[in-house]
């Protein structure tokens, strides 16, 4: 994760890598990129327009056709948690979820007991297009919050995705989850005789504790516990990023696996696309410009490494000086002084401070702080804070 | 506290008043405004240009001629407190300080044993030059972080300051305390047979546990316990704003008394004062063009109101609402369901939620929140999130 990694992204390197382009990003070795409107064996998708969002995809539906799928679902911990992420909670297996009902344009969040009722509509619409069981379908949704669904639009579009759904079907999926995020989010890749595709989205309203809008995973390879894995992946991307410091209240992340390869997922597979898809999120962070790994050292325990690091990351201090190109350690100090606010902390200087790459033209500059207090360590990746920002949020109306 | 505070703020209902113009501010009735400039009787101050800001206004001292001052010294918890916050804390008699030796431009912050040093020389400058104790002298330092004082020229300038004090020195010493602030923060009342004057500055990296840069309060009241009723005023005004969520690492607020007017502070003229210099920092908050007040209702505890208000006074995305004139109740939800995320919440919908004035012309709309929880409430001032907030901090170079 040094320096030396930058040379990674040039093409003379990695030709055939255009979806893993970080320089913080490691996929396994082999890895094969194809195109991503092709999904993972065992899996179809689709969308259509309802007319939630102007004549766009707005409406998907993803289904496996293995009904010995494991899955795993992550859900924010918003208290003020949407409807769709409410009934899958209360509602699914998340151990066998089969299919799921999305939509953009609408968060349907603080959208009270109807908008409970129209997210369950969403569901039960999948269910009996596909044959399938309540229980094994999700429903995710973002966009707008505290207004309430068309339902009338909503709930026929997703019976007829659900009745075009097809194997090439994972770039309409994509376009299918997209709000304000500048382009599509999305991943085919195979690796060690499984397939694996990914779709996410997500520009704003991105922080803590799982730092996405909305992620879907499908492999056919083997796994043994989806859930642990999707966990550990997660916990080094996803909830390594930050845009805005605001955890949604309808983040969803799914896994579904059918394992009909018959090989387990190389190590690093899955850690790996997850990562480079949260840079996505991070870089198509609203308005967003840059995005700056901070990497905190020598604190007494993770907590605190955790603590420092956030308080960075979510200075908008710091992140003006990412977007100014100004290498102000003193910020930097200023944060992490915060965050540890009221104990005892060596000066934070120059000599314990590397924001040199602030200044420099890199996309994805690297800072560090050694806190002199520990051996605990962390990171997260921020993006700049701009007047683009300020425009998409100051004009977007409820 | 309602909209009815409004009208207070027209010129036919309190002609008197141009210090006092907040609808949330109440001062003691009675209270009379006097020129700026004239410092309670008891204290000299004064200031010079030394070349840290271009010419202006940049070094100035303040002082007591009685020495039978009490006073009372509140300083940042920020764990990188800079030089002159640490030496205060170290070597300062908070308890009887008899003048105060300040700059801007420089803030002597992340300076090391240098930094220290040159705080000190501050200090042992002004001491001598006005025959006190040096432990009886503060010293507060204000401005950009991380660059080594110039104390050749600084620490000449405040002998100099030093010697030119005089009682209608307010005005003077206020220019030298301020940085990217709009216009000075100042004022000299009268009321209950007692005269207050204080001079506060502040416009960015403004937040919690103590959300100021400095303030500076003199009078002749006879105050028992000045640390008590310094703590109790700020606990109402200065720890109730924030601007961008950054705890300063040079926050100073001093507050000396003389007792020679032989009466107690008016009832509540010492928080009137404060929050009405705080709301005027949070006015003035980089690039602000409104400050709102969010009250957090029926919350389990004091605590969990504090995190919820914290967490939409600080919330990007509620700050470009206000910029934008957004009544975006959906973003208030959404930061309040993040300050209790993983805990039971009932949807937080608009019947709990009033966020209307957000989309008034009212330059200080009032929003609040009833969490449905318990009987805890807090209240909040915040600033909007703008371009010139950008502006300012991605073009402030270290």
Redesign the interface.
């Known amino acids: 994760m040094s320096a030396q990694g930058a040379p990674g992204r040039a093409a003379e390197d990695a030709p055939h890598r255009s979806f893993f382009r970080s320089r913080w990003v490691e996929p396994p070795s082999g890895v094969e990129e194809l195109d991503p409107a092709q999904l993972a064996p065992g899996f179809r998708a689709g969308g259509v327009a309802c007319g939630l969002k102007g004549g766009e995809t707005d409406v998907g539906v993803l289904v496996c056709d293995d009904e010995a799928v494991r899955s795993a679902l992550a859900l924010t ?5 949407a409807a769709p992420v409410r009934l899958c909670r209360e509602e699914c297996d998340h151990g066998s979820i089969r299919a799921v009902a999305v939509n953009s344009g609408n968060a349907n ?4 007991e109807q908008g409970y009722r129209d997210a369950a509509g969403m569901r039960d619409a999948a269910a009996e297009a596909l044959g399938l069981e309540p229980a094994s379908v999700a429903v995710a949704e973002t966009g ?4 309430p669904l068309e339902a009338e639009l909503v709930i026929p579009a997703v019976s007829e995705a659900a009745g075009a759904v097809s194997e090439r079907g994972g770039a309409e999926f994509t376009r299918s989850i997209m709000t304000t995020d500048q382009g599509p989010k999305c991943c085919t890749v195979r690796a060690g005789g499984v397939t694996l595709s990914a779709q996410a989205k997500g520009a ?2 991105i ?1 803590p ?1 799982f730092a996405t809008m909305l992620c879907f995973v499908q492999t056919d390879a083997l796994i043994d516990d989806a859930d642990s894995d999707l966990r550990a992946a997660l916990a080094g991307s996803m909830e390594r990023i930050t845009v ?6 309808n983040d969803t992340v799914l896994l579904q696996a059918t394992g009909a390869s018959g090989e387990p997922l190389p190590g690093g597979l899955l850690e790996a696309v997850l990562l480079q898809l949260a840079l996505e999120i991070a870089a198509d962070g609203e308005g967003a410009t840059r995005v700056g790994r901070i990497e905190v050292c020598e604190a007494r325990d993770r907590d605190e490494a955790e603590r420092v690091a956030r308080a960075i990351g979510n ?3 710091v992140k ?2 990412l ?2 190109r ?6 930097i ?13 060596e ?4 000599d314990r401070i590397d924001a040199t790459e602030l200044a420099d033209d890199t996309a994805e500059p690297e800072l560090s702080v050694r806190l002199g207090r520990g051996e605990a360590s962390t990171h997260l990746y921020f993006s700049d ?3 683009d ?3 998409i ?6």
Do not use: C, K
């Open positions: 911990a918003n208290a003020s948690a969040a603080a959208t009270g707008t919050i505290g207004v704003g309203m922080e504790g805005d410091g605001q955890m949604s209240t200075s908008p201090l003006t000086a977007f100014g100004d290498p102000n350690w003193g910020r100090s200023q944060a992490a002084g915060q965050a540890l606010a009221g104990e005892e902390l000066e934070l200087g120059p804070l701009t007047y920002y300020v425009r949020n100051a004009e977007y109306t409820t």
